[in-house]
């Protein structure tokens, strides 16, 4: 087996036993490639040590401190009080089981603008970048799961042994197939037989995970869509006549005008943040409400304990006129924003022509689904910049390897969104939801790292290989959380006990010291072989 190594990398950081000055720090950033492969937005290593010429690092170190509890907070507002009443009313409004909708669409609703971005996931100008975000996507599969897992053990979890054998057995075999796939090397070139060959047999296992991905989730789909219908109620027939109609109902939908409450009431509510975050701390929720009151203008938020279930027409058509400048964050070109801008502001004078602001309308889970695209992309950029700070303080400061990083230290944003999202569903017990969400975030995870890669040119001429030995040992760790999991759920009669949230813990705690033993070569990863002379 041959894995590449990345030890040799330039990494962004100053020889140890140095102090350096302001201008050697700016140099480092302004020189070193590796110091902005994950900028998205803003280079804050450039703005500290070239614009604010800091030469102490402690007061970065602090600094970075500070904007990450910022990132954090506004993350934590947008995951609770946007994403979230969103996501509860489409697993309501939806024809299917509650674990069948979670499992099908939580990970692509979260996920979804990371893999549709038009953010260059790999460079080709950048040799290594590949082998980074392959470890990035094993990562975040990992920490997915740990997360879900252990949330859903502090309050405790029954499920059903087939439901559970089921999930963790399909994400095994992926992992397997994965590790098998990743570590082949494939040569790439312009003009050769060779690479042709390769690029087909590279193509060949993409459309092989697609295909039984896609088959899964079709069964899914159907499994549950049969089993609500079958426990569904009859309705009961309402009898009416068109005299009971108003004259334009024929137009703007079957629900009648709300003449109770006014236009400026509607309003109010919607954007009163410290009501809606009365559950909040009170230091929270006075330095939030402000960023809240200008959201809340542009994120619509359809929940059933808002007047017309949260409808407000202006705020979906600003919403409608907001999200193709939203979509700018994530570098879309010319022609993709123009696109994007046809459909998005068509929409909304289509809204504001066929709505009227004091009737709901009859299919308002598609404005639910508008809020939560908007606050998925939204969370995107924050997870974005979250990484980004890491990135460039871990490797500076720690001097830590590449794919460490990005295995270790990657995905806090999703791992935060996603515990919030979890321990919200099960305060509304739904608990067949909850569980789907965790095993529908590590199952995309696994199975549409493959594609990713190969969709965003990962696979080139100067990358033969994808996988590293880091990236291996963490596979192989994940196998044995994955069969350790299973096997302790089993025995505890299919309970998610604290005691599993021990185990997790003790697991996660080796997993961390092993890779951080790896890095100071106290130990060889476990894939990899050394040849002593």
Not at 153 to 169: A, F, N, P, Q
Request: net charge positive; hydrophobic share 50%; with cysteine.
């Amino acid at each position: 087996m041959e894995i590449v190594d990345l030890s040799n990398v330039t990494q962004c950081s100053l020889p140890k036993g140095t102090s350096p000055n302001a201008d050697e720090y700016c140099s480092l950033v302004t020189n070193t490639l590796s110091c902005g492969l994950f900028v998205n937005l803003i280079d804050f290593m450039k703005i500290f040590f070239c614009k604010f010429k800091l030469s102490v690092l402690p007061v970065y170190g602090l600094c970075n401190v500070f904007m990450l509890v910022g990132l954090f907070s506004l993350l934590h507002m947008m995951t609770k009080y946007f994403f979230f009443p969103n996501l509860v009313t489409l697993i309501e409004f939806a024809p299917m089981t509650q674990f069948g909708f979670s499992y099908l669409f939580f990970a692509p609703c979260l996920l979804m603008p990371y893999y549709t971005s038009a953010w260059p996931t790999c460079s080709v100008k950048v040799e290594k970048l590949s082998r980074l975000q392959f470890a990035k996507l094993i990562g975040d599969a990992m920490r997915h799961f740990l997360t879900g897992i252990m949330v859903l053990c502090v309050r405790g979890y029954k499920v059903e042994g087939v439901t559970l054998w089921s999930c963790i057995i399909f994400m095994m075999l992926g992992i397997l197939y994965l590790t098998l796939v990743s570590n082949r090397k494939h040569h790439i070139h312009a003009d050769n037989m060779e690479s042709s060959k390769h690029l087909v047999l590279l193509e060949l296992r993409v459309l092989a995970f697609i295909l039984i991905f896609c088959i899964v989730l079709i069964t899914i789909l159907a499994v549950s869509y049969s089993t609500f219908a079958r426990n569904k109620l009859p309705k009961k027939e309402k009898h009416g006549s068109f005299s009971d109609m108003e004259s334009d109902d024929e137009i703007l939908g079957s629900y009648p005008k709300q003449r109770i409450y006014s236009r400026r009431h509607i309003w109010l509510q919607t954007v009163n943040g410290n009501r809606i975050m009365r559950d909040s701390h009170v230091v929270y929720r006075f330095l939030m409400v402000p960023i809240f009151f200008v959201l809340a203008h542009f994120i619509p938020v359809i929940s059933k304990d808002r007047y017309l279930i949260g409808w407000v027409k202006y705020i979906n058509c600003l919403c409608f006129l907001a999200l193709p400048v939203l979509c700018l964050f994530h570098q879309f070109d010319a022609v993709q924003f123009i696109v994007v801008a046809i459909v998005c502001w068509t929409s909304s004078l289509l809204v504001y022509i066929s709505t009227h602001s004091m009737r709901r309308p009859d299919h308002v889970w598609l404005y639910s689904l508008l809020g939560l695209a908007m606050s998925s992309v939204a969370m995107c950029v924050l997870c974005r910049e979250i990484e980004n700070l890491t990135w460039q303080y871990i490797g500076l400061r720690f001097d830590l390897l590449p794919d460490l990083n990005a295995l270790m230290y990657f995905g806090l944003g999703e791992m935060f969104s996603e515990a919030i999202l979890i321990k919200g569903l099960q305060l509304r017990k739904m608990w067949d939801a909850s569980f789907g969400a965790v095993m529908s975030m590590t199952t995309y995870g696994v199975f549409l790292a493959f594609p990713l890669l190969y969709y965003h040119d990962c696979y080139n001429s100067n990358s033969k290989i994808i996988a590293t030995a880091s990236t291996e040992t963490c596979m192989l760790f994940m196998l044995l959380i994955l069969t350790t999991s299973l096997l302790h759920i089993s025995m505890s009669g299919y309970e998610l006990r604290t005691s599993l949230f021990v185990y997790l813990m003790a697991e996660a705690s080796v997993y961390v010291i092993f890779q951080w033993m790896t890095h100071h070569t106290s130990v060889y990863p476990l894939t990899f072989l050394h040849n002593l002379k």
